[in-house]
Nanobody, 119 residues
Framework: QVQLVESGGGLVQTGGSLTLSCAAS????????MGWYRQAPGNQRLLVAI???????TYSNSVKGRFTISRDNAKNTVSLQMNSLRPDDTGVYCC?????????????WGQGTQVTVSS
């Protein structure tokens, strides 16, 4: 059983910063991609940033230059540093990981953490 647990969400004013963290635990052999998606009320889940096992990062156009994704392979964690936050960054941020177990490969999701940016 694999679990992803996020932390670090909250309420912040426009222009502020937040750091999200996600820790994977359980039966893990290795982790390929890890990343973050955002779900705004009534909207589909949208990619924010993904980082590969080689630390190659991909960002959505809306967050490039403001957000930085990083990972710690020794701790099975991924973080998202969010700067210059805007109201349209508001949503539930869900951690994602593509994990190899002893005999399986699956995609796992965390429960999500709320980020609210006030104007």
């Amino acid at each position: 059983q694999v679990q992803l647990v996020e932390s670090g969400g909250g309420l912040v004013q426009t222009g502020g910063s937040l750091t999200l963290s996600c820790a994977a635990s359980g039966s893990i052999f290795s982790i390929d991609r890890m990343g973050w998606y955002r779900q705004a009320p009534g909207n589909q889940r949208l990619l924010v940033a993904i980082i590969g096992s080689d630390d190659t990062a991909t960002y959505s156009n809306s967050v490039k230059g403001r957000f930085t994704i990083s990972r710690d392979n020794a701790k099975n964690t991924v973080s998202l540093q969010m700067n210059s936050l805007r109201p349209d960054d508001t949503g539930v941020y869900c951690c994602y990981a593509y994990i190899r177990g002893a005999t399986t490969i699956n995609t796992y999701w965390g429960q999500g953490t709320q980020v609210t940016v006030s104007s």
